[in-house]
């Protein structure tokens, strides 16, 4: 089939690049050109592990391919994915939707009748309805069709996905739609379709679930410090219910991310704009329950280094939100690094793919090209982001050139025992020092 996906971020790239290699004809749109010429040259503008290698041969294949003009993407396919992002407002908890709406105004004039317009983007309920007026009249069809993207396992979910969710008005929408993923519903992918309503709903309730699960851990967390209990052998004993599970049961610095955050504020948001706000007001504790993790967090090395961060030296290890990912959108580390550094520190950030974005959107931070280096003079270390790396970095390592052996492990995956018998004082949220 022909496709456009309107948009190429990280959502609409990795789709872009996925269906061309299911065998469709794809047309990647976006306003920006240099964005646009760097996707045509086979390049991805991102770290997401296996696309770049997927992109460069789906566009030498000639099945995929990049422009700046929405009138071509009207002229050469059946079925465009709006794939735009819907950030937070400033100054607001609502998302902003001028990105959307801007695709619309711009696809709209040059759709084929027949047509089809598949709504990825992560979108307040209701905004679907909204657009479908404009779709049909040009006398196409409006389907809503969420995401589900792990960063860092973004090929893998947009190929075998756990599940299909379409919304749509018409039998014929949802059809065209199942062709485009003929492939992945013959493996057995679940698909479940419903309204366009409640398609736009499933995306916004499963990222309030599992921050509502983060933040629950991290919770129990802080009651784990007040009382002497570790926090990794309470959800050790709690996942094992079946009910609850293992997964999203790590306490550490919380959640950030392009994401979560922004999403569970615009739920709150929207619910309020339909008054039924009461509904959602747990998701304010969610959320501040995650902001107290990174206040923790500088407690903590506040605490290790005598009660003041003023004139210590920080070792930050980590810059991305999650690992996997260059992604640093209200990333934990990189603001726990800057209280740190507005408490009084020289802190110096290590991250293995998000250095480039981190230095762009915070120079004021000091930056280092590898662990070692971070930690040359450190009064203390701080494990921010879960890289491998760090997680098989030996203390031997940065024993040889910090100030002081003390290290906070704000994502509960270094080996404690091994820091504590190579002289490290070690703590972390929830757990007590050995």
């Not at 609850?244 to 739920?267: E, V």
């Not at 304010?284 to 993790?293: G, L, P, Y």
Request: charge should be negative; include cysteine.
């Amino acid at each position: 089939m022909k496709l456009s996906v309107i948009g190429t971020g990280y959502l609409g790239a990795t789709h872009a690049a996925a269906m061309a290699s299911l065998g469709h004809e794809v047309l990647g749109v976006d306003v920006d050109a240099a964005k646009v010429a760097m996707l045509q040259s086979g390049t991805v503008p991102f770290h997401e592990p296996g696309l770049p290698e997927l992109l460069a041969d789906q566009v030498a294949s000639g099945r995929l391919r990049f422009t700046t003009d929405a009138a071509e993407a009207g002229a050469h396919a059946d079925v465009h994915f709006v794939c735009v992002g819907t950030p937070q407002r400033k100054g607001e908890y609502a998302a902003d939707l001028r990105y959307v709406d801007a695709a619309m105004a711009a696809l709209v004039p040059h759709l084929r009748a027949g047509s089809l317009v598949v709504g990825k983007s992560t979108v307040p309920v209701g905004t679907a309805a909204r657009l479908l007026e404009q779709v049909e009249a040009a006398d196409a069809d409006l389907v809503w069709n969420p995401e589900f993207l792990r960063e860092g396992f973004a090929v893998e979910d947009t190929l075998r996905p756990d599940r299909i969710v379409i919304g749509a008005t018409s039998e014929r929408a949802a059809k065209t739609l199942l062709d485009v993923y003929e492939s992945m519903v013959t493996a057995g992918t679940p698909v479940i379709s419903t309204d366009l309503a409640t398609a736009e709903l499933v995306k916004v309730a499963a990222n309030s679930f599992l921050a509502t699960k983060i933040s629950f851990i991290n919770a129990m967390a802080e009651v784990c410090e007040a009382t002497g209990a570790d926090i990794t052998s309470l959800a050790e004993a709690i996942g094992h219910d079946a009910r609850i599970g293992h997964r999203f049961l790590r306490a550490g610095l919380g959640f950030g991310g392009g994401c979560l955050p922004k999403d569970i504020r615009a739920f709150m948001a929207r619910a309020g704009e339909l008054g039924v706000d009461q509904a959602l007001s747990f998701l304010k504790e969610v959320d501040s329950i995650n902001q107290r993790r990174r206040a923790r967090t500088v407690d903590l090395a506040r605490e290790m280094c005598g009660g003041s961060l003023a004139g210590m030296r920080v070792c930050v290890l980590g810059a991305a939100f999650k690992p996997d990912s260059d992604d640093i959108r209200d990333s934990p580390a990189l603001d726990v690094a800057l209280s740190c550094q507005q408490q009084g520190a020289a802190v110096r950030v290590y991250d293995p793919y998000a250095m480039d974005n981190a230095r762009t959107s915070f120079p004021t931070l000091a930056y280092a090209d590898s662990a070692v280096d971070a930690a040359v003079d450190a009064d203390v270390v701080l494990h921010l982001t879960e890289w491998r790396e760090f997680a098989e970095l030996h203390p031997a390592e940065l024993s040889a050139v910090v100030r002081e052996r003390r290290i906070v492990d704000g994502r509960n995956t270094l080996d404690r025992e091994l820091w504590t018998r190579e002289g490290w004082t070690h703590r972390a949220l929830g757990r007590q020092s050995l």
